[in-house]
């Protein structure tokens, strides 16, 4: 049996529960690799590790001290490139303050290319390629590729200011769109902007979990509503300079009443494993208020056709970035006729309490990639 | 010459349609997701006539037609080949390793050519062996289109390719994302289109390239040549722009018979069928 080398954070729950799940299956321990090692001494590390290996390249994040390290290492270019920039790099970062993730994916990006030469060799097989760890961390890389494969996704614009977004709903005739930062997850960094049209003209609000305080930008984990224009302005400001995913706001489909969308998790170009996530509101995600779902409520609903097609491409989503895994979000349009894949998550595979004939999810990893 | 938009019946699959090939009196249509969609017609721009086929496919990207013979490309590297006109098809192994095939297509003197993910690059000339073909990147390979100075292929990484014999050379292009389509307009200047409205021209075969303003910052998935050298280019939201200076400036053509994406066009007659979501077709003539 091969074994796997893991690069993550040892004390997070990705490696504990993955390295468990390779002791369920009868796997020897992983090599494991801390980020932080690789960071502070070099990724020639990686030389002395005697292959064959299967390796899973896994999260950096909830870790402060690699947080950090990577906020640094990507400090150089993005004062480069002229966007806003975190430098307090010596103290640890306040819970739910947004540095600046643009400059945390320069430093992983960074990272990820001085890791390539040493993981990239034949006796090293990668769950995911670093190419496509790197490409899924760009929303408006995803997004346009997507697109351009046929896979369904919400339309996109590029606004550079507030007003430019404002001209482009407007001439569009949206309603309502979302921005996200291009490089943040789990609905961190994003706003609602909804358009109303008055007899005055336009009116935007926003919705959002974003605050600002004294300390900086924070993500507040509680949706709020932002009516003044001024905060509108602020805000969005904020979101846009620092390189945002700007998309229509499909309405999507409600399940017992509830705003729902899925994760499907693509494991070895099959779809393994789909949970079901319901909200109050558009934004579903289950850390902020979202509930899972009842998946076979759902395929009661969604017509045949149209959930194989959205099945498929989730699996088209995997396929274009060459990962063996893939967390990909689909959302499905009211009355259940079409689908669009919201986005998709190189580190998407933390599902617990999912199983599939009797697996969970890292053990169904496992098993299909040993025997790949 | 004044044109309009005519909007045809919609395709009885209702599927996305992805690609469209013409041959002065046929027209082809391909596409899908996780499932073979082709359809031909021998009247396509009164869009009657679609007669739906199959080449064992899970999702088409290209259709291409000479004579009685059609040659379909998709998903999970599939090719194939039909001899009786669409009607039945044999699955060609090129060895592409499952990889997903954006064209196929054969240019003047007779060679196929198939391009697909991570740089893949085949050449046949027999219809039987495909030999790999160095083209120096691993961006995907988009769709390739033919033209008197040889393959043309868009990349994904911004890029615009030039197959001169056997050897691929890398234009000056320097776009920012995926390029979707190329062409070789009739006056020999050369054109690419991609995502974020992106459309560029180059007058010198690919020495410089100058944006070109298709009057829409959306995604563009097509250029092509009308037959009275009308360029046009199609993308999001049933975007239609066409130049009669050989792609220098455009003018929008204001339309509601397609709404979302127009995937794919191609000549027909005297103007441009074209293809979209949910089997949508219409005629620009």
């Known amino acids: ?372 | 010459m004044t044109r309009s938009v005519t909007k045809l019946p919609k395709l009885e699959t209702r599927q996305l349609a992805l690609a469209v090939t013409t041959d002065g009196s046929r027209a082809f249509v391909a596409g899908g997701q996780g499932r073979d969609v082709l359809a031909f017609s021998d009247t396509p721009s009164s869009g009657q006539g679609y007669v739906a086929s199959n080449s064992g496919g899970r999702g088409l990207r290209d259709v291409m037609v000479a004579g009685d013979e059609v040659w379909v490309c998709g998903e999970y590297g599939h090719v194939a080949r039909s001899v009786d006109g669409g009607a039945s098809f044999t699955t060609i192994h090129i060895g592409a390793n499952g990889a997903c095939l954006y064209s196929i297509r054969r240019d003047d003197a007779g060679a196929l050519w198939v391009v697909g993910d991570r740089g893949l690059l085949k050449r046949s000339t027999d219809g039987e062996t495909f030999v790999d073909v160095d083209a120096k990147t691993t961006a995907n390979l988009g769709r390739l289109r033919t033209s008197a100075i040889g393959p043309l292929i868009a990349t994904s990484q911004g890029g615009m390719l030039l197959v001169d014999g056997d050897e691929v050379i890398a234009t000056k292009l320097e776009a920012r994302g995926v390029m979707m389509t190329p062409l070789a307009t009739q006056q020999g200047t050369l054109m690419v289109v991609g995502v974020d409205g992106q459309a560029y021209r180059s007058a010198d075969m690919g020495e410089s390239f100058e944006r070109v303003d298709p009057l829409t910052t959306g995604f563009l998935s097509t250029v092509a040549a009308l037959e009275d050298g009308t360029v046009a280019i199609v993308g999001a939201d049933g975007h239609l722009a066409v130049s009669s200076d050989d792609g220098r400036t455009f003018a929008k053509v204001n339309h509601d018979a397609m709404t979302g994406t127009i995937w794919c066009c191609a000549p027909f007659e005297d103007g441009l069928l074209m293809c979209g979501e949910s089997g949508q077709l219409a005629f620009y003539g």
Request: hydrophobic share 40%; aromatic share 8%.
């Open chain 1, 1 to 372: 049996m091969t074994p796997f080398l893991i690069l993550g954070n040892p004390e997070n729950r990705r490696i504990t529960m993955f390295a468990d799940a390779l002791e369920r299956r009868g796997h020897p321990a992983p090599e494991i690799i801390a980020h932080q090692t690789l960071l502070e001494e070099g990724p020639a590390v990686l030389a002395q590790v005697k292959g064959p290996r299967l390796v899973k390249l896994d999260s950096f994040g909830e870790n402060d001290v690699v947080t950090r390290a990577l906020l640094r290492r990507g400090l150089p270019r993005a004062r480069q490139e002229g966007i806003r920039i975190y430098d307090a790099l010596d103290e640890p970062i306040r819970r739910g303050l947004i540095s600046s993730p643009m400059q945390s994916f320069f430093g992983f990006t960074d990272y990820l290319e001085s890791l390539r030469p040493f993981l990239e060799r034949d006796d090293f097989k990668m769950m995911n390629p670093i190419t496509g760890i790197l490409e899924l961390f760009d929303k408006r890389v995803t997004s346009r590729r997507y697109a351009s494969l046929g896979i369904p996704v919400p339309e996109f614009i590029d606004p550079a200011t507030p007003d430019a977004l404002r001209v482009m709903m407007r001439e569009r005739g949206w309603s309502s769109c979302f921005v996200k930062l291009a490089c943040s997850s789990s609905a961190s960094c994003l706003a609602v902007v909804r358009r109303r049209e008055t007899a005055d003209g336009d009116r935007f609000s926003l919705m959002t979990t974003i605050a600002r305080r004294p300390h900086g930008w924070f993500n507040s984990l509680r949706i709020q509503r932002v009516d003044r224009e001024e905060d509108v302005d602020v805000i969005l400001t904020f979101l846009l300079r620092d390189g945002a995913q700007v998309e229509r706001h499909v309405p999507k489909a409600k399940l017992a009443r509830r705003f729902m969308d899925c994760r499907v998790l693509v494991v070895d170009e099959e779809p393994a494993f789909t949970v079901v996530r319901t909200s109050t509101h558009p934004i579903t995600n289950l850390h902020l208020g979202g509930v899972r779902g009842d998946l076979d409520a759902l395929r009661r609903v969604v017509p045949p056709d149209v959930w194989a097609e959205a099945m498929e491409a989730c699996v088209s989503v995997a396929r274009a970035h060459g990962c063996f895994y893939v967390g990909v979000d689909l959302m499905f349009e009211r009355g259940f006729r079409g689908f669009r894949v919201i986005e998709a998550n190189a580190f998407g595979d933390l599902l617990p309490n999912l199983t599939r004939e009797g697996l969970d999810v890292f053990e169904w990893e496992i098993d299909r990639f040993s025997r790949r």
